[in-house]
């Protein structure tokens, strides 16, 4: 099994800053596919950034230039970063963590981002 634990949501007001963590624990012996989807109220699931274990990153449009995703490549790499700048009130959601592992997706339980002056 696969653990995914994220960390780093919060409030934080228009235009700020917020960086989220997601650390995969359980049977991953290698560099998997790892990203974020993000789930607003009452809206789908939409995927915001993924970084392959490659280290090839893509990112949904309405992100691109303000989020940065990244995985720590040292010694946990199964670790992966999103860093958010310049945040809008419209980037409000719960943030998912994922893993890909032999066509499994594993997920996190979420955490909740909320931009709001």
């Known amino acids: 099994q696969v653990q995914l634990v994220e960390s780093g949501g919060g409030l934080v007001q228009p235009e700020g800053s917020l960086r989220l963590s997601c650390a995969a624990s359980g049977s991953i012996f290698s560099v998997y596919p790892m990203g974020w989807y993000r789930q607003a109220t009452g809206k789908q699931r939409t995927l915001v950034a993924f970084?392959?274990?490659?280290?090839?990153?893509?990112?949904t449009d309405s992100v691109k230039g303000r989020f940065t995703i990244s995985r720590d490549t040292a010694t946990a790499k199964n670790t992966v970063y999103l860093q958010m700048n310049s945040l809008k009130p419209e980037d409000s959601a719960v943030y998912y963590c994922?893993?890909?592992?032999?066509?499994?997706?594993?997920w996190g339980k979420g955490t909740l981002v909320t931009v709001s002056s």
């Open positions: 970084v392959t274990s490659g280290g090839m990153t893509r990112y």
């Open positions: 994922y893993l890909t592992r032999d066509g499994i997706v594993y």
